[in-house]
């Protein structure tokens, strides 16, 4: 699925950010992210910075260059001709840079690899929904008889939609309506193929968002970045439990109980130490984790989450913090 981590640090084959290089043993998706020009809109998105940047840079320099001219032709300046024409060059390639960036974004950013290896530049989006969830089907057929672990990062229900026509228009709630339904579909998919497998009983699955509804995401009238009911904020909004309150689903049949509903406060962050938990093994001792093991929360040992407080941040910046007192 999508990593968005990018991936390489220093050069350009490094790939130190490579899921590869962080504890996979097998990626297939995205690098970086979805954005509006892998669908090849009109409405861009990563370029648009882009082309701010570079028409800038070369209105500087071509009023640099026209003012060194001018300054040489009425000897205001004494500057030589091999400066000015440098110059004019650098302006020219940052004329050429703004110019590329209008369709180089796509194939800059969105492309497919399979480990190391690029498999479609640009990706082929009609393709990449059914190509991603036979590549997650294959690896389960492939560690049916072996512990594994499976992150599977869907490219719904993310701008700029990228909806098959088989469920386009099916749902009332228009475009992101269809993406839903269509992003149902395939975690559908994944849970039967866990159970044809036999693995039901012995597979703990959670589903969860990684941030709220994009409340700037829009066509016109129509929504495209999802609904956050009574919660204000949205994506991007590190203080608003608009932008950081998403679903949490879990499934383990025969351990955990059906229909429980769990109103503690949890974080993405305590996924990392329950999978430990659940591998039989330890998080690491010399170092902070922040997040706790929600098995004890979720098998109904303990009424409390771990969390006293919870630090929510916007890139680098705290935005707020929830206080939760223990066993309160």
Known sequence: GKWHMGVNCKTRHDHCHHPLNHGFDYFYG????????????????????????????????????????????????????????????????????????????????????????????????????????????????????????????????????????????????????????????????????IDKEGLKNTTFIYFASDHGGFLEAHRGNAQLGGWNGIYKGGKGMGGWEGGIRVPGIVRWPGVLPEGRVIDEPTSLMDIYPTVVDLAGGAVPKDRVIDGHTLLPLLQGTVQHSGHEFMFHYCGAFLHAVRWHQKDS
């Open 30 to 193: 995205m690098p970086f992210t979805l954005v509006n020009e892998c669908q090849g809109t009109d409405d861009p998105e990563l370029a648009k910075s882009l082309q701010d940047a570079y028409w800038f840079y070369t209105q500087m320099i071509i009023l640099a260059v026209f003012t060194l001219v001018i300054g040489k032709l009425v000897n205001l300046f004494s500057v030589k001709w091999k400066i000015i024409i440098f110059f004019a060059i650098c302006g020219l390639l940052y004329f050429i840079s703004w110019f590329s960036s209008y369709g180089f974004t796509k194939y800059w950013n969105c492309i497919l690899m399979r480990n190391h290896d690029i498999t479609e530049q640009p990706m082929d989006l009609e393709k990449t929904t059914s190509n991603m969830l036979k590549e997650a089907i294959a690896f389960i057929e492939r560690n049916k008889h072996r512990p594994f672990l499976l992150f599977v990062s869907l490219l719904h229900v993310h701008t700029p939609l990228i909806t098959t026509a088989k469920f386009q228009g099916r749902s009332r709630h228009g475009l992101y309506g269809d993406n839903v339904e269509e992003m149902d579909w395939m975690v559908g998919r994944l849970l039967d193929a």
